[in-house]
């Protein structure tokens, strides 16, 4: 296979400031994750501690296996909005004695652990990546419920994680609960749907309704223990499987549940794994700081992929995209990567075969996006570009290997769509810092929409307002620049992380491990194709 | 001779297998059931059991090691040295069952097995001796002039010693004739005033002293070869720790008189074999004999090394009727050669002999011998002698000889047992050491020598060896997610954190690998480490400004329960301590719940009783059967809740214990 031979002269202008500009992003990511890793702020955090508790990472540190990889998903939900970074409650994908998991582990700090519609959003992500990828899933429990202020928001939807977390069971993707704390209401059917239940003496409490409910309801009174606690559930109700005396004994009981499994992945196992011959974090100084300015995916690959070695695909034709192959940790990989941002007709029928030929020896995807969408203009409609992009999405949207995707840096319009957006399930997606997603970029949305008024103020025959059009035209353009941010889309839940460019390998290879615990399989019939 | 048995074990048998192997001679050996696993077992052509452990119903039943010798075929017995090598019977008994005893006549260890019949023999023959004189009262007066003839046939410095006591008392020492009768005269009023008896016995007294020995091999055929001296004066609870040859105080003058009186001793027991006369001596080349040892020395190898002879076939030579060869009996020294005993002892806690498994036993390098009946793995069982090896260095000067032993001791990598290596580095690199002054009082003398070699700023470095060792070893063997970064994380909380039990308090290391510079803290200090390579057996680190190579060996179920680290700067051992608590070992407490309805029978404890996990509390009948209820852990139980005969439904709490980590 061919090697990339990289061309980045890591002192140029062009690079340094790139770096600059990256570093700087990468500093608003950090700060938003120690927001994040802060929880409920210094005075909860310490009263936590207090009471003798680890934090929710602290778990998912001892429950791992050390030295394996935790890789965090979706750290920055709920930014831009009035709850906490990071939506009280941490999800991710990590490893114990081997066996890939997805965690999801309630906060405590924040508002006791209690649910908004950001949580569940996370938390639902969360198992439908457990879903699609049969990963197990363990729940670190600690959650008063819903926030009832939020629960016109949260209601209704949230009944789905009860849902999911049975359908995994149904699907043999064991579920867990290890309960660290509270564990009410609506949050008792946490551990209720869970294949295994691991709850901690004198500290873990489920119920569906407490004392104060319960006196409320049937004037019964009762205690916290006789309605919910641990030793109650262990000895009497049966709810719980095993009765810990603290969390490090939850926390060995929840190692020991994984191993009773003997877990098998069902993909075909990686190859060994060979370093590319460039330094990844020289991806910083790669990745443009102005969206407008194209790089190189080859760059890119040569410090992606294992080796650098690429092989690539009709690299005369269509040449705005590049397609190949290649390994990524041990795994056999196709490569969709944007070039130079637009999408023409050639590149959407050259992705399309491509796509079908990885369907064809069940090979998985990954999408490197940065684009600018599909080729507008006379000749190009009238040589049917609508077609040959709906190839495209239809090769996409019928692909059946695993797909990952990674907004580099552009992702406007329908080249979303056709490299594998959101709204294309990929098994997993990510951003780097200085990405945008949006219909298209803010300055061309707002000059489209200072066209239109102006068109629509002839028609009417009625003056048009320069001032008043250049004053709206900032405002949008201002607001679409806020509403493509990376973190904007983070917040919303609409990618599963911002990523530190230079960890994008080794967020492919915890990725592409995890997805190779189902089977990896390829399309094998397709949709029909408009030519 | 076509098969020889060794009636004996470890290093010595050993050597004796490797040197009959060299002249085509067949070996068996004998084993006690502690010793079935041992490296000599495995090496001897044959090897015949023998039931039990202790010496005394094994290695020195002369019946069962006869039989064995007829079990095998074998035609002659080495006895080694220690166990039945000075045994004039078993020797005797050899001869009668027809084998060839590969040692002196049964006789010249009679009359040297006892210290009072040597002692007459060698005064007799020239050989010089301690002569003393027994003072019965010389408060009668008139025997003064008796008392300095006397003296004169002693020697100066005298001492005079309580014939009756101990303990010093009744103790002068007399440095010039002048001082004789008043000396005598009042070690006798003490002797007197504290055991109630007068006499007292004069002396010569020499100190410091040294303990100087001459090895010598006599054939059948009148020749006796004095193979010179060695120097074994560094000794604890009388037994030797380090020997050498030549002595560093010997002189030509001096050696050629030591050498005469040797083979004066040799030839008046008529002996034959190998053997050792010893002499205590002074710094300025007075010596007496003091016993004569009628079989190979533990120390043997160090005379090889200076005179390039093989002992022990020159011992099977003599047995075999042969005379000595030239190159024995004109031996020539050649360099200088230094042995230590390893032992498996705790110097620090009164030479306390330690048993238990050799996780690592690595010892060598150029210039060095190396006689040992272990390996790694091996068992070290409380049984026999705690050596476990002799280390030997030969140099061309004694000071090249102490250091590339020195050298070779620091390097060894020994880990399971404690042994006294740290205490004999001290020694051979003391000045005191180097400049000779080896006297029989060295290690009391000389200060700071137990102090382990491994200093704790060098322990808690290899803590961080240890911990990178263990991330290496951690990533190599993962089932998934193979080339990962170690310990990666999109959003770090925490370091990882390792504990580690070594000698003194446990060290945390946490730390975090991932990429570019390690973070690493010593229980909460930042260290600043830059990693060269990292693996399980090696780690190639700079720590504080200095690149060092570790060795480092992994124990354990899949090398994660400890680490054992060697280093310029001493060794480590250390255990990891488990985050997590072991399965069952943290029941909560509470209370114990009737299993089903039925009625107590007995109740077995009261309040306030402690109890441990296991302790039967009662016994309750349910459906024809009797059901034990029994204490999930150790605590004190806070509430008896039933009597014998109490109906109980189920889920009744009967009996409440404490939770003994709260207490």
């Given at each position: ?8 002269d ?5 690079y340094?400031s ?67 970074v ?21 906060d ?77 209401a ?39 223990e ?38 098998t992945?069902?993909?075909p196992?990686?190859?060994?794994v ?31 992929l ?46 399309t ?76 997606l ?46 949008i ?27 994008t ?27 | ?29 004998v ?8 490296l ?11 039931e ?133 005269e ?7 005033a ?30 006796v ?27 030509e ?26 002499f ?50 004109n ?32 010892v ?76 029989t ?9 137990t ?40 959003n770090?909380?925490?370091?990882e ?25 010593v ?5 600043i ?14 720590i ?33 301590v ?67 005969g ?18």
């Amino acid at each position: 296979m061919p090697t990339l031979r990289s061309e980045v002269d890591t002192n140029s202008d062009e690079y340094l400031s790139n770096l600059a500009h990256n570093a700087g992003m990468l500093k608003l990511l950090e700060d938003q994750l120690e927001v994040a890793r802060a929880g409920g702020g210094a005075k909860y955090m310490a009263r936590h501690r207090e009471r003798g508790r680890f934090t929710c990472r602290e778990r998912i540190d001892l429950l791992v296996d050390p030295g394996s990889a935790f890789l965090e998903l979706s750290p920055l939900a709920a930014w831009g909005t009035d709850f906490t970074v990071g939506a009280s409650v941490v999800t991710g994908i990590g490893v114990i004695h081997g066996v890939e998991c997805v965690f999801i582990a309630n906060d405590g700090t924040v508002k006791g652990g209690t649910s908004n519609p950001y949580t569940w959003k996370k938390m639902l992500r969360a198992l439908h990546i457990a879903r699609l990828n049969r990963l197990p899933v363990i729940n670190l429990v600690e959650s008063g419920g819903a926030d009832l202020p939020t629960q016109a928001d949260l209601f209704v939807p949230a009944g789905q994680l009860f849902r999911d977390l049975t359908q995994l069971s149904a699907l043999g993707i064991p579920t867990v609960a290890l309960v660290f704390g509270n564990s009410t209401a609506g949050g008792a059917y946490v551990p209720g749907m869970c294949d295994y239940n691991v709850m901690i003496d004198k500290q873990s409490k489920v119920f569906l309704g407490g004392p104060p409910l319960v006196k409320m309801a049937t004037g019964e009174v009762s205690t916290d223990e006789e309605l919910g606690g641990a030793r109650m559930h262990s000895t009497v109700s049966g709810l719980s499987d095993y009765l810990a005396s603290d969390e490090r004994d939850a926390i060995r009981l929840g190692r020991q549940i994984v191993t009773s499994w003997n877990w098998t992945k069902l993909g075909p196992t990686p190859k060994p794994v060979v370093d590319p011959l460039y330094d990844p974090s020289e991806l910083m100084g790669i990745a443009s700081a102005d969206l407008r300015v194209p790089f190189s995916p080859y760059e890119v690959l040569a410090r992606l992929l294992d080796g650098s070695q690429f092989e690539e695909y009709k690299p005369e034709y269509g040449t705005s995209l590049a397609t190949g192959w290649g390994t990524l940790h041990g795994y056999p990989v196709g490569i969709l990567a944007n070039k130079a941002g637009v999408l023409f007709g050639e590149e959407a029928q050259k992705a399309t075969e491509f796509i079908q030929k990885s369907n064809q020896v069940d090979t998985p995807l990954i999408f490197l996006q940065n684009t600018t969408g599909y080729i507008v203009g006379k000749s190009f409609e009238q040589g049917g570009i609508i077609k040959d992009g709906a190839k495209m999405i239809n090769a996409v949207a019928n692909s059946a290997v695993p797909h990952i995707t990674v907004i580099m840096g552009a992702s406007y319009g329908a080249g979303n769509y056709g490299m594998c957006g959101r709204a294309y399930d990929p098994r997993f997606l990510f951003a780097w810092p200085n990405s945008r997603t949006a219909v298209m970029g803010p300055s061309q949305l707002a000059g489209v929409l200072s066209i239109v008024g102006r068109e629509a103020a002839a028609a009417a025959g009625v003056d048009f307002d320069e001032a008043k059009d250049a004053a709206r035209t900032a405002a949008i353009e201002a607001q679409i620049e806020r509403e493509s941010y990376s973190f904007f889309m983070s917040g919303k839940v609409y990618d599963d992380g911002i990523i530190d460019p230079a960890d994008t390998r080794t967020v492919l290879g915890i990725t592409l491990s995890a997805v190779h615990n189902n089977v990896v399989e390829g399309r094998r019939g397709y949709g029909v194709f408009r030519m | 001779m076509q098969k020889i048995l060794i009636a004996n074990r470890g290093e010595i048998a050993r050597r004796v297998i490797r040197a009959a192997r060299e002249l085509g001679i067949r070996t068996a050996v004998v084993y006690s059931d502690a010793d079935a696993d041992s490296l000599f077992v495995q090496e001897a052509d044959e090897a015949v059991r023998l039931e039990g452990t202790a010496a005394a119903d094994t290695y020195l039943v002369a019946s069962l090691i006869l039989d064995a010798a007829a079990k095998v075929g074998a035609d002659a017995i080495h006895p080694g040295y220690g166990f039945l090598s000075e045994n004039a019977d078993f020797a005797e008994e050899c001869v009668k069952a027809g084998l060839t005893f590969i040692g002196p006549p049964p006789a010249a260890i009679r009359s040297m097995g006892d210290k009072v019949t040597s002692k007459e023999i060698m005064a007799a023959n020239g050989v010089p001796t301690l002569q003393g004189v027994t003072v019965t009262d010389v408060s009668a007066g008139g025997d003064a002039q008796d008392l300095q003839a006397a003296l004169a046939g002693i020697g100066l410095p005298a001492i005079i010693k309580a014939s009756a006591g101990g303990g010093g008392r009744g103790m002068r020492i007399v440095n010039s004739a002048d001082e004789l009768l008043s000396a005598v005269e009042s070690a006798q009023r003490e002797a007197v005033a504290a055991f109630g008896n007068g006499t007292v016995f004069i002396e010569r007294y020499i100190s410091p002293s040294r303990h100087i020995e001459v090895q010598i091999v006599a054939d059948a055929h009148g020749q006796v070869a004095a193979l010179f001296e060695r120097e074994c004066s560094i000794q604890r609870r009388h037994q030797k720790v380090v020997e050498e040859a030549p002595s560093p105080v010997v002189d030509e003058a001096w050696r050629a008189k030591l050498l005469e009186a040797a083979i004066k001793a040799a030839r008046a027991v008529d002996y034959r074999g190998a053997g050792t006369v010893e002499f205590i001596a002074g710094n300025d080349g007075t010596f007496a004999f003091l016993e004569m040892n009628t079989r190979l020395q533990v120390e043997h190898p160090v005379t090889e090394c200076i005179t390039g002879l093989d002992l022990v076939q020159l011992q099977i030579a003599v047995a075999r009727g042969e005379a000595l060869p030239p190159e024995a009996m004109n031996p020539t020294i050649t360099g200088h050669a230094i042995e230590v005993r390893l032992c498996a002892e705790d110097p620090a806690a009164g030479y306390l002999p330690v048993s238990g498994t050799f996780d690592l036993f690595e010892v060598g390098g150029d210039g060095i011998r190396v006689d040992t009946g272990v390996e790694t793995g091996s068992e070290v069982s409380p049984y026999y002698d705690s050596m476990i090896a002799k280390v030997i260095a030969h140099g061309p000067t004694r000071s090249a000889a102490a250091g590339r032993l020195a050298d070779a001791l620091s390097r060894a990598r020994l880990h399971g047992i404690t042994t006294n290596r740290d205490l004999l580095v001290r020694i051979l690199r003391s000045p005191e050491y180097l400049a000779g002054d080896t006297t029989t009082d060295f290690l009391d003398r000389v200060e700071g020598l137990t102090a382990p070699l491994t200093d704790e700023p060098t322990h808690r470095q290899h803590a961080v060896i240890a911990t990178i060792a263990l991330a290496a070893r951690r990533a190599a063997d993962r089932s998934v997610q193979p080339g990962l970064p170690i310990g990666w994380r999109n959003n770090r909380a925490t370091l990882e954190i390792v504990e580690l039990k070594g000698e003194g308090d446990p060290i945390k290391v946490a730390y975090n690998l991932q990429r570019g510079a390690p973070v690493i803290e010593v229980d909460g200090k930042p260290v600043i480490v830059e990693i060269h390579s990292a693996g399980s057996e090696l780690v190639d680190a700079t720590i504080g400004g200095v690149r060092r190579r570790y060795r480092v060996h992994l124990t354990g179920v899949g090398g994660l329960d400890g680490a054992l680290v060697d280093g310029v700067g001493g060794a480590s051992a250390f255990s990891v301590v488990d985050p997590l608590p072991a399965p069952g070992s943290s029941v909560p407490a509470g209370g114990l719940i009737a299993p089903m309805p039925g009625s107590v029978v007995r109740v077995m404890v009261a309040e306030g009783d402690t109890v441990t996990a296991g302790t039967p509390l009662l016994v309750l009948e349910a459906m024809k059967m009797q059901h034990t209820i029994t204490s999930p852990g150790d605590g004190v139980v806070t509430a008896l809740n039933v009597t014998a005969g109490t109906q109980v439904e189920r889920g009744t709490v009967l009996v409440e214990l404490s939770d003994p980590a709260a207490e």
